[in-house]
């Protein structure tokens, strides 16, 4: 059959590329609208996530502080023992010291003679910090500094180098505990096996031993406090990074919907199918619920 035969104007205008992919791109659209609503929801998972992760390391912070104030207060409770054995010890004859009081030769028993000599156990200093940006949030956070400037400094902190930071002083106060514990143990022996006897001197020397020690451990707790506290900072800063991406991706699917939405009504117009119609008019009524609902509630 001969295709010239027909009229040229039968065969109609050639079609370009937007024509050719007019119907399916409102598809398209609602497609990238979906995978933006997707990525919305899943970035407000993570915030959620990385704020729990943040009250949990608020909650470890608290229970330093707690461990340190209670610690503070046995050493109070122990200097103020020291203090009203001490003038009893004035009026009192010395009693010798039983040869064998410490227990058994051995480390732990050498430790306590020196620990009674000196007043207490030598003091410890907490491992130093040597990250710039963790120091940052450390003084910011002790000054007192707002909550929008905490969460500012804390941005240049790195979470692998705070968690090294974290777990090696948590290695260092567990190592004092394992090396005090036996010393500890001679001089609580020692002290129940004077507790008939009437030097007060020796009991009064105990509790100076017993309040400094709870005054250094205090201390040390209350510094792994902070740092835990710099893992709150950089928690609710990657909290609040996730929920702006979540609120980002939310905007893009709208976008994206409206897209759909104008598309299905340019088809309609352009082809008055009331199909493509209905799909416009539900796009629109669904745009602007969403919008009504953002602006008012």
Request: aromatic share 6%.
């Amino acid at each position: 059959m001969d295709t010239n035969a027909f009229p040229v104007d039968m065969q109609g205008p050639p079609k370009n590329l937007l024509e050719k992919f007019g119907a399916a791109l409102p598809i398209a659209l609602t497609a990238i609208a979906t995978a933006f609503a997707g990525l919305s929801s899943s970035e407000m998972s993570r915030a959620m996530y990385h704020r729990s992760e943040a009250a949990q390391d608020q909650s470890k912070a608290n229970d330093q502080w707690s461990v340190a104030a209670h610690k503070r207060d046995r050493s109070l409770m122990m200097q103020t023992a020291a203090l009203m054995l001490r003038p009893d010890e004035a009026f009192k004859l010395p009693i010798p010291e039983p040869a064998d009081s410490f227990g058994t030769p051995g480390s732990a028993s050498q430790t306590a003679r020196d620990w009674m000599s000196q007043g207490g156990p030598p003091s410890q200093t907490f491992p130093a910090i040597d990250d710039a940006a963790i120091v940052k949030v450390l003084e910011a956070n002790r000054d007192g500094k707002p909550e929008a400037e905490l969460l500012g400094a804390a941005r240049g902190v790195n979470r692998v180098k705070l968690e090294e930071t974290i777990n090696r002083a948590n290695a260092e106060l567990k190592r004092i505990d394992a090396e005090w514990q036996p010393v500890v143990d001679v001089l609580n022996r020692r002290l129940a096996a004077m507790a008939e006897s009437r030097d007060r001197g020796q009991q009064a020397k105990h509790m100076e031993v017993e309040q400094r020690r709870y005054r250094i451990e205090a201390n040390l707790n209350q510094q792994l406090g902070h740092l835990y506290e710099v893992r709150v900072k950089t928690s609710s800063l990657q909290s609040e990074r996730h929920h702006s991406r979540s609120e980002n991706f939310f905007y893009a699917m709208l976008a994206g919907q409206a897209g759909a939405t104008l598309a299905a009504l340019a088809l309609a117009r352009k082809r008055q199918s009331g199909l493509w119609l209905g799909a416009g008019l539900i796009g629109t009524v669904s745009v602007g619920f969403g919008a009504y609902v953002y602006l008012t509630m």
